[in-house]
């Protein structure tokens, strides 16, 4: 059978197919709208029509940036080590724009906590409209085995109009191609559902496997039952998630989150649990070398430099990507929470450092024609080098314009000492050569 790039025809329509299946939940009514081309209907006598149409629509309807920051996720070892990427459309689509356009808006970091990843990834969805996303769906197999499951979610929130149904239908064939390397295709209805739902009902993976992401696994102290009023490190919440894995293994560092291993440290201080297996010195050399692994802080670094407040306003609810002014994502975001978490406040930003269109950088120097709003552009800052002009990080630039002003500073006379710059001099300064000194010659003497 011939290939159609990376695909072939048979494999194409079997995912148009499984994609139809699982998403007509979602997106009501999507497959009776015109503009539905090639994934109304997919039979065995119009195998090759249905992968034309939906690949003249992969042409048509634009999504740039998908197929990347799909291939990203997928690979789960690259530097980003990225959990999930949500894919929206562009506000002025609302407006009917000629520029309409999926891309990708949010993405989230992978972590050892699965179902806070799940937590995060549902609060980044759009509440009013539809969205995709591509999720690494990881769920246990066995007491101490795992695996990941690439998968698509469409997200169409129930009070989502018919014609924001109809957009997102002719878009689906464009974001099905770009999105090649998933193994499956799911609906999302309702945010807030949570990992072991999803996992057990939905993906229809055993329940009691998926409930493994919360068990503390080969634990130590489970023979331990009863000695403690307190309760064994196995069934303390604390404990939840935790590991006791191969400490060897680099990967295997941090396996037990830190409020377990405070607790395991109180529960084998007290001196009833002395003959607890758990509590034996190589054991517990053991979890301390589990524990040994500093967890990741969800604060921002400081992204702006010191005297510059860093910022977390209501315009950070949505991506970063949808800002009008770029230089608005670090002005008003530079201090949001970075893993999709809500603050204190209950604002979940889906705008901050890190994020997808949040601009890290910043024309710096000394002349005016570093600072002005045409100068805001790598590109631009670039032209400028002439004016001292250079594209850095933000908090990089206070030490930039001081060493530019050290350098404009001019040099002089500094209490007698040539050579020296004005911002050395601690005495008195005079532009140019030292004076050369005056000999006073003595007056002759009088003679009487």
């Known amino acids: 059978m011939s ?39 997919v039979s065995s006598n119009a ?7 939906n690949r003249n629509k992969g042409q048509l309807a634009a999504v740039p ?44 970091k992978r972590s050892a906590d699965w179902a806070e990843d799940w ?50 239908g002719y878009y689906l064939g ?5 999105t090649d390397g998933v193994s499956e295709h799911y609906p999302l209805q309702t945010m807030g559902e949570g990992y072991l ?45 935790a590991a006791f894995t191969n400490p060897d293994l680099a990967a295997d560092e941090g396996t037990i989150p830190d409020e377990c291993c405070a607790y395991i440290k109180d529960y084998c201080a007290n001196g009833e649990n002395l003959e607890s297996p758990g509590c034996h010195p190589v054991t517990l050399r053991s979890v301390t070398r589990l524990c040994a692994v500093e967890q990741p802080d969800e604060t921002p670094d400081l992204i702006l430099p010191e005297d510059e407040e860093q910022l ?15 230089d608005a994502t670090w002005q008003r975001c530079s201090g949001c929470a970075i893993n999709g978490l809500a603050n204190a406040d209950g604002l979940v930003a889906q705008c901050y450092p890190g994020a997808i269109g949040f601009k890290n950088e910043r024309c710096c120097g000394i002349a005016a024609e570093c600072n002005t709003a045409e100068a805001a552009s790598a590109l631009a800052c670039d032209t400028l080098e002439e004016f001292g002009c250079v594209w850095v990080e933000h908090n990089q630039c206070p ?37 050369e000194p005056t000999t006073t010659v003595p007056p002759a003497p009088v003679s009487e």
């Open 65 to 108: 940036g998908v197929m990347e920051k799909t291939q990203e996720v997928l690979n789960m070892t690259s530097g980003e080590d990225l959990r999930y990427a949500i894919f929206s459309f562009t506000p002025c689509c609302e407006n009917d724009c000629g520029e309409c356009k999926i891309i990708p808006t949010v993405q989230g």
């Open 174 to 178: 464009s974001v099905i191609l770009a």
């Open 47 to 53: 195998t090759s029509s249905a992968v034309n149409a």
């Open 119 to 168: 937590k995060s990834f549902n609060n980044a969805l759009p509440e009013d409209s539809v969205a995709a996303a591509v999720y690494n769906f990881e769920y246990f197999t066995g007491e101490s085995s795992t695996a990941n499951k690439p998968i698509l979610i469409t997200w169409a929130p129930p009070q989502t109009s018919d014609k924001q149904l109809a957009r997102a």
């Open 197 to 241: 739902d999803f996992c057990a009902d939905v993906l229809k993976i055993d329940r009691e496997l998926c409930a493994k992401e919360g068990d503390f696994h080969n634990c130590p102290f489970e023979n331990d039952a009863g000695l403690a009023p307190e309760g064994t490190p196995c069934e303390a919440p604390a404990c939840d998630g």
């Open 312 to 326: 977390c306003t209501d315009d950070c609810r949505q991506p970063c990507a949808f800002f009008d002014d770029e």
């Open 399 to 435: 030490a930039e314009l001081a060493q530019q002003t050290y350098d404009a500073a001019p040099i002089g006379c500094c209490d007698g000492e040539d050579g020296v710059n004005q911002l050395d001099c601690a005495g008195e300064f005079a532009e140019g050569e030292c004076p």
């Open 3 to 41: 290939e159609y790039g990376a695909l072939k025809v048979e494999q194409e329509v079997e995912q148009v197919k499984s994609f139809k299946k699982t998403v007509v939940m979602a997106f009501a009514g999507l497959f009776v709208v015109g503009a539905v081309v090639g994934l109304s209907a």
